[in-house]
Each structure stands twice: as C-alpha cells, then as structure tokens.
C-alpha cells in the first residue's frame, strides 16, 4: 500500500494525535518493528483475550475478575496494535506491498476470536457470540466491496470497531471491578450482562451494514 492510498483509506482515530502514541510509534519504527509484525501482534492479543473470556466461565471469585480484567486489557492492547501499526506504515514510511492484507484479514481474524471467545464467557451467549462476530465482519467486508466498485472506505455506523471493542472492554472492566452481587442475571438460564453486550452489537452491526450500503449507493448514484 503506498501512503498516498493509505491516508485515504484510513480510519479517522484521535488517539494518533496524542505524544505518547506518536512517541510509541517512532520507537516502534526506530527499532524496526514492522507494521505487518504489530498486525499480528493483535491478533495474538485478541486470541490470549479470547482464552481469558472463555476461562471466566470456569472460574469463579478473585480468579474470574482477574480473568475479566485480563480480557479488558488484552481487547484494549488489540486496538493499540490496530492504531500502531498504521502509524508506524504511513507516518514512519513503513508501508509493505502486502500491508493492505495484513492491514484487513488480522482485523478480521481478531474480531472473530474477541467476539467469539465472549460468547463463551461467564453470563455469554454462545449463539449471540457468532452473531456478533459474523456481522461484525460483515460490516468489514461491505466498507471493502463498496470501495472496490468505486465508493469512498465508510468507516461510520453505530457499531464500527472502536463502539463494538469499546463495549467489551466496558463490560469487561465493570465485571472485573465490581462484586458478584453487582453482575445482573437475565432469564431462567442465567444468561449476564456480557449476552447483553453482544446482542447490542450483534443488533448495532446490522444497522452499520445498512447505514454503509446506503451511503455506497448513495455515493455511486450520484457520480454515475
């Protein structure tokens, strides 16, 4: 990808602004870490909080709010991997010929394993956690068909990654910190908060499937 293509095709993040992730990029790129190595990076930090999801279920106590905790910290270091390695692409001029699929599948790959391994958690759903993760992709794969035909990459919607990651790592943090007393139940099978989570995004990424056809119809109608 080279960065002239990778400005426009960018999710707009105001974290990247800030000193200490420029200062995070620029020692990531003085040592020569690539920008592909911190995609997969991700993707390991979104299969270890996918264990720490599914181990909540077995554990109970002080070792399931560690497990919580871990999980919250793991999905937030997913997203750190996710801001970094563009960055460190187009600021640092890093950019690879096959930066635009390491920049798409670990994305993918790590949706599937966060959202999933939530479904297995404490209080999860395991259907709601295919569900969710199988629109959330979705929502991805449409923002890449529409631009392959010509339409600008819509990153909006209710439920793009940084709203859907940003409700698991919510939820993680309120299971996490707060008493058992506190977790709410729901229905005869127990199901929690965390079941909630997901069908929210589940129903949220359906939405931004809508909202981003709309805009890619829109878009080519009029520049027909």
């Not at 264990?51 to 919580?68: C, D, E, N, V, Y």
Request: hydrophobic share 55%; aromatic share 8%; proline share 4%.
């Amino acid at each position: 990808m080279n960065q002239e293509s990778a400005h426009s095709d960018r999710r707009h993040v105001p974290a990247r602004d800030l000193g200490w992730s420029k200062s995070l990029a620029r020692l990531l790129a003085q040592a020569n870490v690539s920008a592909n190595a911190i995609s997969l990076a991700g993707v390991v930090a979104a299969a270890l909080a996918a264990g720490a999801l599914a181990a909540t279920r077995q554990a109970s106590g002080i070792p399931q709010h560690i497990f919580w905790v871990a999980a919250g910290l793991l999905v937030g270091t997913r997203l750190l991997c996710n801001m970094l390695d563009g960055m460190v692409a187009v600021e640092w001029g890093k950019a690879s010929p096959v930066g635009a699929l390491y920049n798409e599948i670990p994305d993918r790959v790590a949706d599937l394993l966060i959202l999933g391994g939530a479904g297995f958690s404490a209080g999860g759903h395991e259907l709601l956690g295919y569900a969710a993760a199988f629109t959330a992709v979705f929502t991805a794969y449409i923002r890449v068909a529409a631009r392959s035909v010509g339409a600008p990459s819509d990153f909006g919607g209710p439920m793009a990654k940084p709203m859907r990651m940003a409700i698991v790592i919510a939820c993680c943090a309120y299971l996490g910190f707060t008493p058992d007393d506190w977790h709410p139940r729901f229905g005869a099978a127990g199901y929690g908060l965390m079941a909630l989570a997901l069908a929210i995004i589940a129903l949220g990424s359906v939405v931004t499937c809508i909202v981003r056809v709309r805009h890619a119809a829109q878009y080519l109608n009029a520049n027909a």
